[in-house]
């Protein structure tokens, strides 16, 4: 009996080692909780507009609207970052820009964020 635990134990302790540990959880990197799929994908494929996020989450509004702001002039073409400038100043209690940023960013992607 003890010859065959043996081999058995030797198998079963290489699959352990050679498989993920269990009950281990995943790494996350914070935007799971987004609602938005689109907007989390965005974040996922470009750093900055990720780090902006996490700053508007942190409380600093203002901070993240002059990043938003920032990106957006990197990708004046990007649907995503004039979204996020039209969340980050309707957040940063600034009506117009939001309106204005989110009817462009609607203007280049119709079935994007904004609808």
Do not use: Y
Request: with cysteine.
């Amino acid at each position: 009996m003890t010859a065959l635990r043996s081999p058995f134990f030797l198998l079963l302790l290489t699959a352990l080692c050679a498989s993920p540990a269990l009950g281990a959880e995943a790494e996350h990197d914070g935007l799971d909780d987004v609602a938005m799929p689109r907007l989390q994908g965005a974040m996922r494929g470009w750093q900055p507009l990720a780090q902006a996020w996490f700053r508007l989450r942190a409380g600093d509004a203002t901070g993240a609207w002059g990043d938003a702001k920032r990106l957006a002039k990197q990708r004046p073409r990007s649907a995503d970052a004039w979204h996020f400038v039209g969340i980050t100043a309707a957040a940063a209690d600034k009506p117009m820009a939001a309106e204005n940023a989110l009817r462009r960013s609607l203007r280049m992607e119709p079935d994007g964020w904004v609808a």
